[in-house]
């Protein structure tokens, strides 16, 4: 299975996540430098977490309730900042 990359808007900055199991049924996915995981949460959709769970990135139209996380525009925060990233499928090596 291919992974995901996040791509900064503001500078093309990238993060990369490689399918990492399951969680509540659907793929789960992990940062590769950081403890964070794109995963289907139950009663949210598809989003970004922390290791407690906090969330901290999705996607901006639509909470995708799909098989896989909706490809197109996530926003994310930061401490007191936001970002906006475009979601691509890739091939994580």
Same mark, same amino acid.
Do not use: N
């Given at each position: 299975?291919?992974?995901?990359?996040?791509?900064?808007q503001i500078d093309g900055?990238?993060?990369? &996540?490689?399918?990492? !199991?399951?969680?509540?049924?659907? /793929?789960?996915?992990?940062? %590769?430098d950081l403890d964070l995981?794109?995963?289907r949460l139950p009663d949210?959709?598809?989003?970004?977490?922390?290791?407690?769970?906090?969330?901290?990135?999705?996607? &901006?139209?639509?909470? !995708?309730?799909?098989?896989?996380? /909706?490809?197109?525009?996530? %926003?994310?925060?930061?401490?007191?900042?936001?970002?906006?990233?475009?979601?691509?499928?890739?091939?994580?090596?």
């Amino acid at each position: 299975m291919d992974g995901l990359k996040f791509v900064r808007q503001i500078d093309g900055l990238t993060y990369e &996540f490689a399918p990492d !199991g399951s969680a509540h049924g659907y /793929p789960s996915f992990k940062r %590769v430098d950081l403890d964070l995981w794109c995963r289907r949460l139950p009663d949210v959709g598809w989003c970004v977490v922390t290791a407690s769970g906090a969330v901290s990135s999705r996607p &901006f139209d639509d909470a !995708g309730h799909g098989d896989r996380p /909706p490809e197109g525009t996530w %926003v994310g925060r930061k401490d007191d900042r936001s970002y906006v990233y475009d979601l691509v499928r890739a091939h994580i090596s």
